[in-house]
DNA sequence: AGCAGGTATATGGTATACAAAGTGCATAAG
DNA sequence: CTTATGCACTTTGTATACCATATACCTGCT
C-alpha cells in the first residue's frame, strides 16, 4: 500500500503538461539573460527549436504575460519585457514592505530547526561571499531569504514575493557578478537572524526594509541607473 | 492629421484578441459567482457558448490559472478554484499590510485634485451605506480605494492590490448584501481621509491596517467562517 | 449491492489552413 | 542620395480536424 501510494504520487508528480515544460523553460532563459530585454519570442522558431507544435507554446506565453516576463504586441507577438527605472524602483518598493513583513511573522511562526537551517545557509553565504564565488553568493541568498519566506507559512505571500524577485532577477545576476563587496550583505543577514533570534520584530523589520533599499541602491550604482 | 490620428487611435484601443474577450468575460462571471466554486469549466461547451473556436478558450484558461481563479487537475481540466479560510487569511494578512503601504505613499504623494476627489467618493460611499444601497457601497468602497491606490504612482503596487482583491471578490458581495450595519466602515474610511489630508502617514497606516483586519473578521462573521 | 467491462466524452497535443497585419527589400519618384 | 511606393514573405490569431489517453458514466453480471 506505501508503495502503491508512492508510485501514484510519483506519477502525479512527474506529470506535466507540455505546455508547462515550455513554460519553465522560457522562463529560466528569460531569467538567466539567454533572450535579450525586447528581444521577439517567435512561435514557430521556439516550437521548432523545442520540437513541439504552436500549441503549448503560445499557452506557456499566455502565462508569461501574465507573470510579466512577456509583453505583448497586439498582432505583432511576444517579446521579452523591459524594465525600466521606475518599474525596478516600483517591484522593490513592494518587496522591502513584504519583506519586513515575512521576517515579522517569521519572529513569530519561525521553529528552532528552521532557524538553526537559517543559521547554516547564512554560514554557507558568508563563506561564499569571503570566497568571492558568486554563484554561490546568489544561491546562498535566494536560500536565506527562502527559508524566511517559508516560516511565515503564508502561501500567497511566498507567491508574491517569489514573483517580485524574479522580475528584478535579471539584474540580480548582472550586479551580484560586478560586485566586489559583499561584507555589507554579510553583516545585513547577520543582523537579520539575530533579531529572529530574539523575536524582536520591529526590529527585523527594519533591517529587513533597509536590506532591500540598499539593494535597490547597489542595483542602481552598478548597473549605472540603467 | 489629428484626425488619422484618433482614427489610428481608436483602432488601437479598440483592437483586444479573441482570446482576451474570453479571458474578461470568465474571470468576471467567476467573480460574480455565475460560476461556482469547484465548477468545470470545459472548452468545448464554454467555445459553443461564446462562439469560438477551442483556441482562444484555451488560452484564456492559461492566465486564469496564473491568476488564481482556477486550478487545473491533470488530464481532467479546468474548474473555478475554491477558497479556503487559509487561502482568506493569507490574503488578507498581505493585504493589511499593503493597504497600509499604499496610504503612506498617499500621505506623501496625493495631490489636491486626488484628496478632493477622495472626498467626494467617500460622501456618496455615506449617502450608499445610509441608504443601505449594497451595489452602490461596494462600488463606493472600490473606488475608495483605487484613488488612493493611484495616488501612489506605483504600478506594480496596484497590480498586486488588484489582484488581492479579486481573490476575495466572490466573498465580498456575499457577505456586503448580508452586512446591516455600515456605520464602522463608513468611520473607518473618514478616519483615514482625515490621516491623508493631515498627511499624517503612521497614523493612516495604522488605520488602513485595522481597516482590512476588521474586514477579515466580519468576512468570518457573516459568512461564519466559510 | 458491488464489480467488470465497455462506451462516451474531455483533455492535451499535433497538424493544417487562412485572413489580416507586420516586415523587409527592391524599385520608383523626387 | 533620400524618401515613398509597392510587393513578396512572414507571423500572428483563429478555426478546424484529428488522435491518443485518461476520466466518467452506464450497463449488465454475479
Known amino acids: 500500500m506505501p508503495m502503491n501510494q508512492r508510485d501514484l504520487k510519483v506519477n502525479i508528480n512527474e506529470y506535466l503538461p507540455l505546455r508547462d515544460v515550455v513554460f519553465n523553460s522560457l522562463r529560466e532563459a528569460i531569467l538567466k539573460g539567454e533572450f535579450q530585454p525586447g528581444e521577439r519570442l517567435m512561435e514557430k522558431q521556439l516550437a521548432e527549436k523545442m520540437g513541439v ?3 503549448p507554446i503560445r499557452e506557456a506565453i499566455r502565462k508569461l504575460e501574465l507573470e510579466g516576463l512577456v509583453v505583448m504586441i497586439p498582432r505583432k507577438g511576444a517579446e521579452v519585457a523591459q524594465i525600466t527605472e521606475k518599474d525596478l524602483k516600483d517591484v522593490l518598493e513592494v518587496r522591502a514592505t513584504l519583506e519586513a513583513l515575512a521576517v515579522k511573522i517569521a519572529c513569530q511562526k519561525m521553529t528552532e530547526e528552521e532557524l538553526q537551517a537559517l543559521v547554516d545557509v547564512n554560514e554557507l553565504f558568508r563563506q561564499a561571499a569571503n570566497g568571492h564565488d558568486t554563484d554561490q553568493v546568489i544561491h546562498q541568498d535566494v536560500a536565506f531569504h527562502d527559508i524566511i519566506f517559508q516560516s511565515t507559512r503564508n502561501d500567497k505571500l511566498i507567491q ?3 514573483n517580485l524577485r524574479e522580475q ?4 540580480r545576476v548582472e550586479y551580484i557578478t560586478k560586485m566586489e563587496d559583499f561584507q555589507t550583505l554579510v553583516e545585513e543577514h547577520d543582523d537579520i537572524v539575530d533579531a529572529i533570534r530574539h523575536r ?3 526590529l527585523a523589520q527594519t533591517l529587513a526594509e533597509r536590506h532591500i533599499e540598499n539593494q535597490e541602491k547597489s542595483v542602481r550604482t552598478y548597473i549605472g541607473l540603467l
Chains 1, 2 share one sequence.
Open 53 to 55: 507544435s504552436r500549441t
Open 200 to 202: 524582536n520584530n520591529t
Open 168 to 171: 528584478i532577477y535579471r539584474f
Open 160 to 162: 508574491i514575493i517569489n
